[in-house]
């Protein structure tokens, strides 16, 4: 066989090699991706579905209270002290039931309650640890003395006074937080609002919210494409919700229900995009954006913040302004999705705030590293694999109208206690979606590569015969030098004529 056909051959196939094997490489990442998208849709008898109804991971539910040490003097108009304790854990359950699978619209409709279980073992404290706090009740009264008729006011003054009310109150953890206290004004309270939860007489920040549902859900399951998959359509059945102000422009963007609940985002992830989120204890649409690579076991987890120009005080933020008091950087004034309670949330210790409004409560110290909410998020899959949602509640205290209780007291926003739900996927499943992510793209990506490069060593070593042929070859027709010829050659080479 000639070295010009073998050589022909040997490129041949070095091309259909590179060429087979670059061709492989793309289309298994679209049918990898395929199979992974297929993967992550939400339908009946999915193992995505089953654990998107229960997350097999831990979440915990932390609550640290601010004791205020000084509510005498703070009553007589001096600068309130508070004293940070807890952490007070709870493993949070979550559990999504009643499931309605709308296929036109590629949705699915569900409830989903969550219960919450004591940890001892993780709680420095004890639940019966007596916390002196603001009377949420008395304050919530005092903010509608601004709007009654005198006639109500003058009840409301009555009730204080019967009920022996002050602006503080010494309760212990349990009863603040799930149990409730007994709170008589409430019942008084029940005959007007036709309230059931007034009607019981307790008062808790989180009565009676342990193993309750928070309305109902409707988000994208994927079946239709996975450009908004689990973006939330509805929340208790609309689409928008109706607490805000027009925005700056005049449009109702504050009262758009955007993005997912936090778990899941549309795939993949891009470092220039915003997280776009909705958050029933903020009753509004939230935004993180992309901070830093971090690792989490073998991957590659990118980390998502919560911007401070998401609660700064700016014209883009002025249709979240209730009243000009609450209206602060690092805070929301939520009580139009709480009937009319003056509930301030906020970050923990105001963390990227006004250091003023820091300052007016001694015993702030807000941190990045402990008040800073995060999510990260393993990019290929838009799972959320590490996140920490830190909230601050807060209420106003004020002079409220001429309530003497209410006469001498520092116009001050004062934290009542700050919550860190999170959550961390353990190691041992971290290791198990590597593989599966990265071991068929390790195998391919080494595959190709080896093929590819015996491709290049075959054309190279064509071109090498080629060359090493044409090379004999022109030696073969150089006329022979004097000194290379035989004997015999030369003598005949002579001219004996």
Known sequence: ??????????????????????????????????????????????????????PPVPIFMQFWF???????????????????????????????????????????TYLQNKTFFYREDLTPGSLED????????????????????????????????????????????????????????????????????????????????????????????????????????????????????ADMWGGDTCNMINGTSGNQFPRPMSKSELLRLYTAELCRSIFAEYQKEVPHGPLTLYRYVLPQRLLANTPENECYCVDNFTCRASMINVSPCRKGAPVIMSTPHFYQGELEDANQVTGLHPIAEEHETYLDIEPMTGVTFRAAKRIQVNMPLKRYGNLPAFRDVPDVIIPVLWVNESVEVPLERTHVLHRTLTLPFTLVTVGAALLVTLGAVLILVAVIKVVLARKSKEMNRKPKKDKELSVTEKLNNRNYS
Request: include cysteine.
């Open 66 to 108: 601010f004791n205020v040490t000084n509510s005498k003097e703070v009553m007589q108009g001096a600068k309130p002290k508070v004293q940070q304790v807890g952490p007070y854990t709870f493993d949070e359950k979550q559990v999504k039931y009643n499931l309605t699978f709308n296929d036109t619209e590629g949705s699915v």
């Open 130 to 245: 007596s916390v002196t706090t603001i009377n949420a009740v008395m304050m919530s009264l005092g903010a509608k003395m601004a709007t009654v008729k005198p006639a109500m006011k003058a009840l409301i003054e009555l009730w204080f006074t019967r009920f022996s009310q002050q602006p503080f109150v010494t309760k212990p953890v349990r009863e603040l937080l799930f149990e409730g206290y007994e709170e008589p004004l409430l019942l008084q309270l029940a005959d007007l609002t036709r309230d059931p939860v007034h009607a019981t007489g307790r008062f808790g920040f989180f009565f009676p919210k342990n193993n309750t549902h928070g309305g109902t859900y409707t988000v994208k399951t994927g079946v239709l494409g996975m450009e908004d998959y689990q973006e939330i359509l509805r929340w208790r059945g609309k689409d928008r919700i109706d607490f805000w102000n």
């Open 1 to 54: 066989m000639q070295v010009h056909t073998k050589a022909c051959i040997l490129v041949v196939v070095g091309v259909v090699l590179i060429a087979g094997s670059i061709t492989f490489y793309l289309c298994f990442s679209q049918v990898f991706t395929s199979m992974l998208e297929k993967k992550l849709m939400l339908v009946p008898g999915s193992q995505t579905l089953e654990n998107f109804k229960s």
